[in-house]
């Protein structure tokens, strides 16, 4: 009656020692019943991930992504949880009590999840905290990076002309990438990192679609 087509809830994650840790509020549970009743009432189903939470680790990512997978959303999120001023993280940061994931270790992750979902044709409508303003003063600690998805994308298109390679056994010299129309820089990667790495094994690359 109000026009509403879709809601979104903040799971965050399926294992409940990391939700008990981050407070929550709600267990894996909850969220299973939450979604059940929203699809059944008929309304877009969007599903909202972190990564890096205390208590988190690669392994139970993963197993959230597949238990959110399963609860067949539509859209998801995939946050990677920043240290903000004036937060009881904040404060378990400066105490050695948390210590979160580097960005390079976040891309990496994240870029797999990115892949997971979108292979299970569940698009991933934000990957990545917005840049807004006050962000960057209040960060104390954390992965942010303002083109976090780029930089993903750029890991998933190297990871596949790595594997490409190795596939057809190419020796280091000249190699031609065709990639998708609009792909070119974020096979390139940001500051040319991709080519550098390429360019490290041997391999001069030029891009074409």
Do not use: W
Request: proline share 4%; hydrophobic share 40%; with cysteine.
């Amino acid at each position: 009656n109000y026009g509403v087509t879709a809601i979104e809830l903040g799971a965050q994650s399926m294992d409940n020692g990391v939700l008990a840790l981050a407070r929550r509020g709600h267990n894996a549970n909850h969220v299973e019943q939450a979604a059940r009743l929203i699809k059944e009432a008929g309304f877009s189903l969007g599903l909202q991930m972190m990564t890096g939470l205390p208590g988190d680790g690669e392994e139970t990512t993963l197993q959230t992504a597949e238990k959110l997978a399963a609860l067949r959303p539509d859209t998801m999120r995939i946050y990677p949880a920043l240290t903000l001023e004036g937060t009881e993280l904040a404060q378990r940061y400066r105490a050695g009590e948390y210590l979160p994931p580097t960005l390079e270790e976040t891309v990496e992750l994240c870029a797999r999840l990115l892949l997971y979902f979108e292979q299970r044709g569940i698009r991933v409508i934000r990957l990545g905290l917005q840049d807004e303003e006050g962000l960057r003063e209040r960060l104390v600690a954390g992965p942010y990076h303002p083109a976090l998805r780029e930089l993903c994308e750029g890991k998933i298109l190297l990871d596949a002309a790595l594997d490409e390679t190795s596939r057809q056994k190419l020796l280091p010299g000249p190699i031609t990438i065709y990639v998708a129309a609009g792909s070119q820089s974020k096979m390139a990667g940001q500051n040319r990192r991709n080519l550098l790495h390429l360019e490290s094994l041997g391999y001069r690359c030029k891009i074409h679609t």
